[in-house]
């Protein structure tokens, strides 16, 4: 596998508090994401960035914001957790002309 | 943006037919189309892709299609067994922007 890992592997949160999620890869890949996986709708992407400082919305962005201050480094955020971001959260990174790889995921529960 | 529908969210064979997934999109700007296989507990690992100059693609028991008019694309498993059984990703992206978007997911049962 390649060398993407994710931190924490699970969280459990209250209502109402910021939570960080953290991808770390080795590979050196341009690409990172964030995707969410939930019963019924597949893996849905959150946010994305294609180099360090560049991210871009996907198309459950509301609630989460990103960070990328290096090429290694890949930041989620809820700013403001709701039991609806209860999930598992999935990161990957591609170099850009094919495969992406997966880290283990972070089972994120909201109560 | 690009937006994959992927059918059907279930299916169930017997062991050693065939499966068929489909999955449509709808930007004309993308270009790579990749199949993942999760299995239980497990992250999303690739297992075929196809580029947009490519109608098919085989690697063993598994083939891919593409059909860039029609804006169609399919996974066909022949010989089915069961460590076929995971849920099935079809995504899409461009080239350019690489925003890679998944399909809702396809459940594989292969009954013995």
């Known amino acids: 596998d390649a060398g993407i890992t994710q931190s924490p592997r699970h969280k459990v949160t209250e209502t109402g508090t910021p939570v960080t999620l953290r991808c770390h890869q080795t590979?050196?890949?341009?690409?990172m994401y964030w995707y969410r996986q939930d019963p019924g709708h597949g893996l849905r992407l959150i946010h994305y960035?294609?180099?360090?400082?560049?991210?871009d919305k996907g198309e459950v962005s509301d609630g989460y914001s990103v960070s990328r201050s290096k090429t290694e480094d890949f930041l989620l955020t809820l700013e403001s957790a709701t039991s609806s971001q209860t999930s598992v959260y999935f990161c990957?990174?591609?170099?850009?002309?094919?495969?992406?790889?997966f880290g283990q995921g972070t089972r994120l529960t909201v109560v | 943006g690009e937006n994959v529908e992927q059918h059907p969210s279930t299916l169930s064979v017997q062991e050693g037919d065939s499966a068929v997934i489909k999955c449509t999109y709808s930007?004309?700007?993308?270009?790579?189309f990749p199949w993942y296989k999760q299995e239980l507990g497990k992250r999303p690992q690739l297992i075929i892709d196809i580029r947009s100059n490519v109608g098919e693609k085989k690697d063993q028991r598994i083939a891919v299609t593409l059909n860039k008019t029609a804006k169609h694309f399919s996974l066909h498993i022949t010989e089915t067994q069961p460590e076929d059984s995971a849920v099935y990703f079809c995504?899409?992206?461009?080239?350019?922007?690489?925003?890679?978007?998944f399909g809702q997911g396809t459940r594989l049962t292969i009954n013995p």
């Open positions: 990957a990174t591609t170099l850009g002309r094919g495969e992406a790889f």
């Open positions: 960035s294609y180099g360090v400082k560049d991210t």
């Open positions: 995504a899409a992206t461009d080239q350019g922007a690489q925003k890679l978007v």
């Open positions: 590979e050196n890949h341009r690409y």
């Open positions: 930007d004309s700007a993308s270009n790579y």
